[in-house]
């Protein structure tokens, strides 16, 4: 009698064990992340030392995952968490001027991702029925927090409210087809689309109305052949990513020619596959490359002063970098497409070596 307790005892324990390890293993699988500290570097630089530093690497940006999570049950027990909403196809990005918001277009996706630095929340923008994107393309925020975005096949340019209700749609009457780059300059009233089979860019002012366009396809200065995205300086001037061309080009707030430079090879100052394009506070202009898998530096004459990046995944390595913006304190923001992220960097100036040190996974750029 008591043997046959002893072995119905270890049986009940056996058993008991292997439900506790198919649980176990059913809950942890159910999960899309192991529990891993994002690590970022601490000290990564262009130029290496002993050059004067130029451009720092600040972070990088997945998703929710960026963020901790204190309240799973999940995360407790089995030492997994959940990593929530992620970048899947991302192109455009764009933060507010305080920054405590940025935006992420996402074509898979088909929407707007918003990485919320303040609360530590990463969520879709929720837009109304009249606000459906069909293919998201570039983003950006003006003073008052509206969002704008293009919707390359939709053929138009959405404006949102900061709360995702739809302002205005534009482009539609104004034969908009493929709008893919934007632009905003609030000092001379001006909204910047390119229209990358029209080969022009359409101009806009913050009611809606439209204004002009200008250039037509071609490889004379002057003309564009696929134009993709824009830029604008504190001067209103408009940086253009001539993508079929393989060069940037410069035009007036009125579309007036003024300058171009780059040209197709795999050399230094040479385009392959130009995408985003940004200026900084000193007039550098900052252009991506698609295929080289970095951003060149140049300054406002055309001259090459830097590039930053290689293919990779690795911090300061790209895969098929979209878009870019920099805000007003020099903070670079990169669509890194195919890594699935948005990296930061920080452009130093004279005296600012030990500026834009890494920043804590809840915190907001400064």
């Given at each position: 009698?008591s043997?046959?307790?002893?072995c119905?005892?270890?049986?009940?324990?056996?058993?008991?064990?292997?439900?506790?390890?198919?649980?176990?293993?059913?809950?942890?699988g159910?999960?899309?992340e192991?529990?891993?500290?994002?690590?970022?570097?601490?000290?990564?630089?262009?130029p290496?030392?002993?050059?004067q530093?130029?451009i720092?690497?600040?972070?990088?940006?997945?998703?929710?995952?960026?963020?901790?999570?204190?309240?799973?049950?999940?995360?407790?027990?089995?030492?997994?968490?959940?990593?929530?909403?992620?970048l899947?196809?991302?192109?455009?990005?764009?933060?507010?001027?305080?920054?405590?918001?940025?935006?992420?277009?996402?074509?898979k996706?088909?929407?707007?991702?918003?990485?919320?630095?303040?609360?530590?929340?990463?969520s879709?923008?929720?837009?109304d029925?009249?606000g459906?994107?069909?293919?998201?393309?570039?983003?950006r925020?003006?003073?008052?927090?509206?969002?704008?975005?293009t919707?390359?096949f939709?053929?138009?340019l959405?404006?949102y409210k900061p709360?995702?209700?739809?302002l205005?749609?534009?482009?539609?009457?104004?034969?908009?087809?493929?709008?893919?780059?934007?632009?905003?300059?609030?000092?001379?009233?001006?909204?910047?689309?390119?229209?990358?089979?029209?080969?022009?860019?359409?101009?806009?002012?913050?009611?809606?109305?439209?204004?002009?366009?200008f250039?037509?396809?071609?490889?004379d200065?002057?003309?564009?052949?696929?134009p993709?995205?824009?830029?604008?300086?504190?001067d209103?001037?408009?940086?253009v990513?001539?993508g079929?061309?393989?060069?940037?080009q410069?035009?007036?707030?009125e579309?007036?020619?003024?300058?171009?430079?780059g040209?197709?090879?795999?050399?230094y100052?040479?385009?392959?596959?130009?995408?985003?394009i940004?200026?900084?506070?000193?007039?550098n202009?900052?252009?991506l490359?698609?295929?080289?898998?970095?951003?060149?530096i140049?300054n406002?004459?055309?001259?090459l002063?830097?590039?930053?990046?290689?293919?990779?995944?690795?911090?300061?390595?790209?895969w098929?970098p979209?878009?870019?913006?920099i805000d007003?304190?020099d903070?670079?923001?990169?669509?890194?497409?195919?890594?699935?992220?948005?990296?930061?960097?920080?452009?130093?100036k004279?005296?600012e070596?030990?500026?834009?040190?890494?920043?804590?996974?809840?915190?907001?750029?400064?």
């Amino acid at each position: 009698m008591s043997r046959s307790t002893s072995c119905f005892q270890r049986c009940h324990i056996l058993l008991a064990t292997l439900l506790f390890l198919i649980t176990a293993v059913g809950l942890t699988g159910c999960s899309t992340e192991p529990k891993k500290a994002l690590e970022e570097p601490k000290n990564l630089v262009w130029p290496m030392p002993p050059d004067q530093p130029r451009i720092r690497y600040i972070k990088s940006y997945y998703g929710q995952k960026n963020f901790k999570k204190k309240d799973d049950f999940r995360d407790a027990l089995f030492g997994v968490e959940q990593s929530g909403l992620s970048l899947a196809k991302p192109y455009g990005v764009a933060v507010t001027a305080d920054g405590s918001r940025m935006y992420v277009t996402d074509a898979k996706l088909r929407g707007v991702v918003v990485f919320d630095l303040e609360k530590g929340k990463v969520s879709m923008l929720k837009t109304d029925a009249m606000g459906g994107l069909a293919s998201p393309v570039e983003v950006r925020v003006d003073s008052k927090g509206r969002i704008y975005v293009t919707d390359s096949f939709g053929g138009k340019l959405m404006v949102y409210k900061p709360n995702g209700e739809t302002l205005r749609s534009m482009g539609g009457a104004d034969g908009m087809k493929r709008p893919t780059g934007l632009a905003l300059d609030e000092a001379h009233n001006r909204i910047y689309v390119s229209d990358v089979v029209s080969h022009q860019i359409m101009v806009y002012d913050f009611e809606g109305n439209f204004i002009k366009r200008f250039a037509e396809r071609g490889s004379d200065p002057g003309y564009l052949n696929f134009p993709n995205n824009l830029a604008v300086d504190r001067d209103g001037k408009v940086y253009v990513t001539d993508g079929g061309n393989f060069r940037v080009q410069v035009f007036s707030p009125e579309g007036e020619y003024i300058s171009s430079f780059g040209k197709l090879g795999d050399g230094y100052g040479s385009f392959a596959r130009p995408k985003g394009i940004g200026v900084d506070s000193d007039n550098n202009i900052y252009v991506l490359d698609a295929a080289f898998g970095n951003y060149q530096i140049f300054n406002s004459g055309g001259q090459l002063l830097l590039f930053v990046g290689s293919v990779g995944r690795e911090a300061g390595m790209f895969w098929l970098p979209a878009g870019m913006y920099i805000d007003a304190n020099d903070k670079i923001y990169v669509v890194d497409s195919l890594n699935k992220r948005v990296q930061v960097f920080q452009y130093l100036k004279d005296g600012e070596a030990e500026k834009a040190a890494p920043l804590d996974d809840t915190s907001k750029p400064k």
